[in-house]
């Protein structure tokens, strides 16, 4: 009998790690440079991986910051630091 298709089997078989997304971005994003030389990299790379990691958790958490701090292994002052810079909390 031939395997069916299983919408959660593929999923699980076509995931791509986090890593392997990060470096085809940072490949893009060098291939588009035509030569020149970036700046502030570091910065630039935490902040687009930072603002969708907390959105994320505090999502999940239903906004409570005790528990999101616990889940991101933070103290909940430099949560609340990091969602204020990246706009997520007033």
């Known amino acids: 009998m031939a395997h069916k298709n299983n919408k959660k089997h593929d999923l699980k078989t076509n995931r791509k790690p986090l890593c392997k997304h990060t470096e085809d971005a940072l490949e893009t994003y060098f291939a588009t440079l035509n030569g020149d030389r970036p700046g ?51």
């Open 40 to 90: 502030d990299l570091y910065d630039l790379v935490i902040g687009e991986v930072e603002r969708p990691l907390f959105k994320a958790v505090m999502d999940y958490t239903q906004g409570n910051q005790s528990q999101a701090a616990g889940i991101l292994g933070i103290n909940r002052g430099t949560l609340r630091k990091k969602l204020k810079t990246y706009s997520l909390i007033q």
